[in-house]
């Protein structure tokens, strides 16, 4: 079960893309009772930011109330800008950026926010649960309660084991898992985390995407950047995409998909009777073309791949095409709906970030 | 990490956090121990404690000549010498309990305190900053100043440590070598003048830190600007005095403005203030302020623009 299928995702209509004036907008889920009582969990408004004659951001709107989105772009978009921002770790030179309504700069914001930076410049003389321990006493925890959380977090990251070591004997997957053990210290309701699942192998990468699910579950806000798109898709499907500091889409990946009515959508379909199905779908309106694939060793001949535009109306017409025809579909991928695609068509290139 | 659906589940905790300034006390205690984990500052304390044992047994061996064989001649290398003469070497100390005992002690202490400032400036404080820490700090529920508080507490201690805890060990010494009835009574105003003088220099000194920390970071380059401050300007001051006959000239000399001050805390005579001559007393004052206020709005600047930028 996906985090998408448990989390209720706000209305499709807060996606906007690039180029599009402000109001970039707005997601998903957080108990309904607090939606209505309380100002958003993380909210940008017309947020720009300079560095000196650069401009890292560019009259972001952002809001966030819950659930996780992955923040996604190539480097230099202002992701790590945004999310320091988020954090009260730089203040904007345009707008205003607020946590339940208080401004993000204050102090009294960070007890709702953790924060896993990307840069892992300990104190290399400590030990991992010294280090996570003293984090926990500037959380404002008496001793006996510092000692008690941080044994927690460090049983939550797999670290409790190994939290002895001093931190400069730490591989870079251990240091990620401390980092991430001193975000989660004070439960905050939004979790911040810049470049988590760099350097973890797999089967640690499994266990954090486990672990980050599991927060959302319970209600977290988690905002993820991450270069890793695929380990990015696994998690959720909800994403922002930033380009030249500024917001480019807001949405599920679907939903940005549909918007990019510039790129017809690609989809493959195996089926037996290739050639007849292709004259059958170069009828309908929204088909701009129908490749038949040349043959590839092992895989099946009969394969068509279509380029489309509006894909919401292109399924719903290809569904009805199917039934009337009663078409023995075998295989139905859309190949361009992944991050990776979408990121490709708004940032140009690859869709390497 | 096996059981994540177990996750989160903290044993409800029904304690509220303390406030920022609580963290800064934390930050303080932590600050100290990553300090004290290196030997050199091992070194340079015990280098402090010898400066405050010198002073301790000193006067202890004063007062001890002084009513034990102040008429006695002893044979040093043969030749008949009177005891008391003996301990001449110390007067320019004066181990006596007066205000100048302290003054010289906390002087004397300066030494080795520049340094051990120097080195805490760029472990606590520089380091943040070089080695891009501030964001694991700054991302806790502790604003830019609480986070220069803790720093400065634990500036503070080290200050203290040094110079006003050992400086009271000696007043209370120096109660129990004389009359200690009449001693404690009577000098009462010494032990508020050496609290006094230490604050002075745990305001200055923290303020200072801070500034030249925030500032160069780096532990050579402070080190080479504090050895500037505390060695190289009194040698100019002295120079200058001497060509221009224009005491002023010393107040360009930090540490003995800092001397001035203390000295004016422990209501010393200003005539008998060596090396002389000296600038008023109130001069000193504005001097030190002076330092302080630029030292503050250099913090203040720095802080409405410290941003973790990487």
Known sequence: MTVEQRIPRGPAGNLQLLGEPNASAAQSVAPPQRATLEPPLLLFEHVSKWYGPVLALNQVTLELTGGITGLVGANGAGKSTLLRMANGQIQPTMGRVTIRGVEAWDWRARRLVGYCPDVDAFYEDLSGRRFVWTMARLCGYTRREATRRTEAVLERVGMAHRAERKLRGYSKGMRQRIKLAQALLHDPELLILDEPLSGIDPIGRQELLELFQSLAVQGKCLLISSHELEALEKLTNHVVIMARGRIAAVGTLPQIRDLLDDYPLSVRIDVPQPREVAQLLLNLPDVLAVDVAPPLPHESPETLVVKATHPKRFYQQFGQLVVQHGLNIRRFEPLDESAHAILGYLLGGSGKT | ?310
């Open chain 2, 1 to 310: 990490m096996a059981h994540t659906d177990t996750l989160l589940r903290y044993r409800p905790w029904r304690g509220v956090p303390h406030g920022p300034l609580y963290a800064s006390v934390a930050l303080a205690r932590a600050s100290l121990k990553l300090l004290l984990r290196r030997r050199l500052m091992w070194g340079l304390l015990a280098l402090a404690l010898l400066v405050f044992f010198f002073f301790f047994y000193a006067q202890y061996l004063v007062v001890w000549i002084e009513n034990q064989l102040a008429t006695d001649t002893i044979r040093f290398a043969g030749v008949p010498v009177n005891a008391k003469n003996l301990t001449r070497f110390l007067d320019r100390l004066a181990l006596n309990g007066s205000d100048h005992t302290f003054g010289n002690f906390i002087w004397y202490q300066g030494y080795v305190l520049v340094i051990v400032l120097a080195l805490a400036g760029s472990v606590l404080i520089g380091n943040d900053f070089f080695h891009g820490s501030l964001p694991f700090y700054l991302s806790k529920p502790i604003g830019r100043w609480h986070y220069l508080l803790g720093k400065s507490l634990a500036v503070g201690v080290l200050i203290n440590l040094l110079t006003t805890g050992p400086a009271i060990v000696l007043w209370v010494q120096a109660g129990l070598l004389y009359d200690w009835r009449s001693y404690y009574v009577n000098h009462l105003s010494l032990l508020v003048g050496i609290i006094g003088y230490g604050l002075v220099l745990t305001v200055t000194l923290s303020a200072l830190v801070m500034a030249t920390a925030v500032w160069l970071r780096r532990t050579v380059p402070l080190a080479m600007v504090w050895m500037a401050l505390f060695a190289l300007l009194p040698m100019l001051a002295n120079w200058l005095v001497e060509a221009t006959k224009d005491e002023r000239w010393r107040l360009i000399d930090l540490w003995n403005n800092l001397y001035l001050c203390g000295l004016s805390c422990l209501q010393t005579d200003h005539a008998t203030i060596r090396p002389s001559p000296q600038p008023d007393y109130w001069m000193a004052w504005v001097a030190v302020g002076g330092g302080v206020l630029v030292c503050g709005m250099y913090l203040r600047r720095r802080i409405q623009a410290v941003e973790i930028v990487a």
